[in-house]
């Protein structure tokens, strides 16, 4: 396996790029947009900056790491050589399910097609497809070029045989790849999103502020990142649709999402990528508490 497809240039897309790339892979990112493309790239080269400056690689590790990554606007172009493709487009089950459709159709007969997906269902992705035992979950953390873990989900159909490829391959990135069913929120998001909605229920029901909730846990229970400026990292739109899938899949009401978190979704206040969360991340780029207003 040596030429792998990343479809989509965002957060999780360009890293996962940048992680495949570095490790020797031919890598073909996929975007909708040149615009996406390039600030992806622009991503990825600062990444290799920051690590170089920190003597973990040196200028011809970036060089290389760089000349690995071909891009395309087109996927049935970007997927037509590929040995694996990972899907890391918005969290939408309808877009899934359409590039999945897609990909199924353009990419070769033996190749694996994975989501990065951190909640839909792989069973319902791969339902679309005319190779469901080649379909797998491969659910990166982020910043992916960092964080080790992967989730390797398994979807009702997948191979023994896909898995272990797939358990091989992340091994060979230097992760650490962790085979969970395939049940909404896997693993990681059934025991986190809970956790968030909770901080944000304390907040909303006035018990402390942002910072005071977020010190609590970071110091009493040795959390690295406060739930609330973990889910700001997220996006909280990303989090808001995690518990959406998880209330509609269980249809258990402790899932339900928090209005206050509801609210600053449909208000523009995402996190740190619309500037603003439960934090201040304009120009200053220092913490702030939101106004309470969005109750």
């Given at each position: 396996m040596k030429n792998i497809t990343v479809i989509g240039a965002g957060t999780m897309g360009n890293g996962i790029a940048h992680t495949f790339a570095q490790s020797g892979f031919n890598?073909?990112?996929?975007?909708i947009s040149q615009e996406n493309i390039?600030?992806?790239?622009?991503?990825?080269?600062?990444?290799?900056?920051r690590m170089i400056a920190k003597e973990r690689i040196t200028e011809a590790d970036k060089s290389a790491?760089?000349?690995?990554?071909?891009?395309?606007?087109?996927?049935?172009?970007?997927?037509?050589?590929?040995?694996?493709?990972?899907?890391?487009a918005t969290e939408n089950v309808d877009l899934k399910l359409k590039i999945f459709s897609e990909m199924d159709e353009?990419?070769?007969?033996?190749?694996?097609?994975?989501?990065?997906?951190?909640?839909?269902?792989?069973?319902?992705?791969?339902?679309?497809?005319?190779?469901?035992?080649?379909?797998?979950?491969?659910?990166?953390m982020n910043p992916v070029p960092i964080m080790k873990l992967v989730e390797i989900i398994r979807g009702y159909s997948t191979s023994d045989e896909v898995t272990t490829t797939i358990m091989e391959l992340s091994k060979q990135l230097g992760k650490t790849p962790t085979e969970v069913n395939d049940y909404p929120g896997f693993v990681?998001?059934?025991?986190?999103?809970?956790?968030?909605?909770?901080?944000?229920?304390?907040?909303?029901?006035?018990?402390?502020?942002?910072e005071e909730i977020?010190?609590?846990?970071?110091?009493?229970?040795?959390?690295?990142?406060?739930p609330l400026q973990l889910a700001d990292f997220i996006g909280l739109d990303v989090c808001l649709s995690i518990l959406n899938v998880m209330h509609d899949g269980f249809k258990n009401p402790k899932y339900a999402p928090c209005?206050?978190?509801?609210?600053m979704v449909m208000a523009g206040k995402k996190g740190v990528k619309s500037g603003e969360g439960f934090y201040d991340y304009s120009e200053s780029r220092k913490a702030e508490k939101v106004s309470a207003s969005f109750k």
């Open positions: 890598v073909s990112l996929v975007d390039d600030r992806g790239l622009g991503t990825i080269s600062k990444n290799l900056d790491t760089l000349g690995n990554i071909t891009t395309f606007l087109d996927l049935k172009t970007g997927v037509a050589q590929a040995d694996l493709v990972v899907e890391a353009f990419a070769p007969a033996d190749c694996i097609l994975s989501t990065n997906t951190s909640s839909i269902s792989i069973t319902q992705i791969a339902a679309v497809t005319n190779r469901p035992e080649k379909v797998i979950g491969m659910h990166f990681a998001n059934r025991i986190l999103m809970p956790m968030i909605n909770e901080a944000i229920e304390t907040l909303y029901n006035g018990v402390a502020g942002v977020d010190t609590v846990m970071k110091l009493g229970m040795a959390h690295p990142m406060g209005p206050l978190l509801v609210n």
